[in-house]
């Protein structure tokens, strides 16, 4: 997560969406940088509702800040996180997807009870809007760059190139039209608010 302060402005960081590569560039320039633990730097809309806007409203007495995000396809999504769990430091623990292929891996993430190497979570969870209205103002999709790139570069009035940063693995992304179709209906959220985005 990283707060501009001056600018009015968290971007909540939606795990495997480039934010390590963000974080790169814009760390230098934001107010707070929230880099540890994960769970924070992660945090999702209702962790950010729960404990960072009510510190904002209250020690800072203001209510004005927008926050924005990046989301990914659900499919290339799932495939990052399949390639980032083949690496070696996985190797042999109960989170590594080395002996399992792309399509296994997501016919275990659309169980209700994932096994370890599918618990990724859920970008529709991480970016479900609160009950007292509290939302990501501003979401992009992650194959848009230009423009969330763009937003960022008027919003900060700085130029951006982001590099790529902790880039997964290689790997078969072959996926059957029966588990894809399980997927669209067991995870219909996700696909709905991907393609909500402009």
Not at 163 to 184: F, M, W
């Amino acid at each position: 997560m990283l707060v501009f302060w001056k600018e009015k402005l968290v971007f909540l960081a939606v795990p495997k969406t480039g934010t390590t590569a963000i974080e790169q560039v814009l760390s230098p320039h934001a107010s707070m940088v929230i880099s540890d633990p994960p769970e924070l730097k992660h945090a999702p809309v209702y962790r950010y509702n729960r404990f960072f806007r009510p510190m904002f409203e209250k020690a800072c007495k203001t209510d004005d800040i927008e926050t924005m995000a990046v989301m990914r396809e659900p499919i290339s999504w799932l495939g990052s996180w399949y390639r980032y769990r083949q690496r070696d430091f996985l190797k042999g623990k109960a989170a590594s997807t080395r002996d399992v292929t792309f399509d296994e891996f997501v016919d275990a993430y659309c169980k209700g009870e994932r096994p370890a190497f599918a618990n990724v979570g859920s970008q529709a969870r991480f970016l479900e809007a609160r009950p007292n209205g509290v939302k990501v103002t501003h979401l992009f999709r992650y194959d848009d760059q230009p423009r969330f790139i763009a937003f960022l570069e008027m919003r900060l009035k700085m130029q951006i190139s982001l590099p790529q940063a902790n880039v997964s693995p290689k790997g078969d992304l072959t996926l059957s039209s029966k588990t894809a179709s399980k997927l669209r209906r067991k995870c219909a959220d996700e696909f709905t608010l991907y393609d909500s985005i402009p």
